[in-house]
């Protein structure tokens, strides 16, 4: 049974990677390392290639016995992509549709898509269930929008089936303190906290204390890695065996703002950094916190880092294992 994941060298492609070669899978890992990391590909086949080149693309399902892709590839800074939405929608979608194009091509038809809770927009009702009005207030929202409308499409003329994971803020180490989150450029809260922690920045920003949360700042919901990964493998394993179209949020349903980040990286390692307050951030919405009871309910999916210390305490570990932090 082999894999194809996109954006295989990537925060969360590396991680679900390895996750699938423990349970059993193997895996052929396509990136075109623009932000990936080759070395984070430590488990199956590495192919560097890039989704815009479909015919090297044809070839890797010619030449292996992939029977389904799980898809990562994209970019993910909602910030950014509202300074540059061609960027967004080239690649999250104008790679994305290539790559269905290929796969549907070679006779490929199941696909694990990575969605987002950015699809949602300033929420109407909190918690977030699937059923929620979707309505993206940046690009890369509308992108992940765009395609998540254009699956069930695919599922009518050839029979495309995909599961969409909409993720709510993917976040911490694997417990091995092999794999953690690495950007370059680094836009996220958490990396950018322990960038201060360790002295590599002197502080850390605050984009906006006056959002309608209680302490003025935004709410997201983190989710560990692992947990991440693990629902995707349960998501497989129905694609597989049931093989019909499905959408699930993958949040552990807590919401905690920016300052509570704070004071939660604080607590666990100690460290003493400044703060300030900045301005907002374009394409930012105040609070997103999810429910993620059908996920629960119908992939018996069972988070094992529902608490944000303990999430920030794989960091924590990580960081010290890998000697970017003393
Ligand atoms: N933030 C700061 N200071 C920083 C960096 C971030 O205050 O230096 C704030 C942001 O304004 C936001 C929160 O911290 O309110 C989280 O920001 P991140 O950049 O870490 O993450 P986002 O919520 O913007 O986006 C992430 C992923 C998306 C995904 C989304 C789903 O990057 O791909 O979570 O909730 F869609």
Not at 176 to 181: F, H, M, P, T
Not at 219 to 236: N, T
Request: aromatic letters at 10%; hydrophobic letters at 35%.
């Amino acid at each position: 049974m082999q894999v194809l994941v996109t954006g295989g060298a990537g925060y969360i492609g590396s991680q679900v990677i390895k996750q699938l070669n423990q349970q059993g899978y193997e895996t052929i890992a396509y990136d075109n390392l623009s932000y990936g990391y080759r070395e984070s590909v430590r488990w199956g086949e590495f192919i560097e290639g890039d989704l815009a080149d479909t015919d090297k693309l044809e070839r890797v399902f010619h030449e292996h016995n992939i029977c389904v892709v799980m898809h990562f590839a994209a970019f993910i800074s909602a910030g950014e992509s509202v300074i540059d939405p061609i960027k967004y929608y080239q690649n999250n979608v104008i790679n994305t549709l290539n790559l269905i194009h290929t796969m549907l091509r070679c006779n490929v038809n199941k696909l694990i898509f990575s969605s987002t809770a950015a699809v949602y927009g300033e929420p109407k009702t909190i918690p977030i269930d699937e059923n929620h009005p979707l309505c993206p207030i940046n690009p890369y929202g509308v992108g992940k929008y765009l395609v998540e409308k254009t699956l069930p499409v695919f599922d009518k003329t050839h029979g495309l089936k995909c599961i969409s994971f909409r993720y709510f803020n993917a976040a911490g180490a694997d417990a091995d303190g092999e794999l953690g989150e690495m950007h370059d450029p680094e836009t996220h809260l958490i990396p950018l906290i322990f960038d201060a922690v360790s002295g590599k920045t002197k502080d850390v920003s605050i984009f906006g204390d006056d959002y309608n949360t209680p302490d003025g700042t935004c709410i997201r919901d983190y989710i560990h890695i692992s947990d991440l990964a693990q629902a995707h493998i349960l998501g497989l394993t129905r694609l597989l065996n049931h093989a019909e179209s499905d959408i699930f949020n993958l949040g552990n349903g807590a919401g905690y703002s920016v300052k509570e980040v704070i004071d939660a990286i604080k607590k666990v390692t100690g460290a003493e950094f400044s703060v300030e307050v900045a301005a907002r951030r374009a394409g930012d919405t105040s609070k997103l916190i999810s429910s993620s009871d059908k996920a629960k309910e119908i992939l018996g999916w069972k988070p094992q880092y529902p608490e944000l210390e303990k999430i920030v305490e794989t960091v924590w570990n990580w960081k010290k294992k890998a000697k970017q932090i003393s």
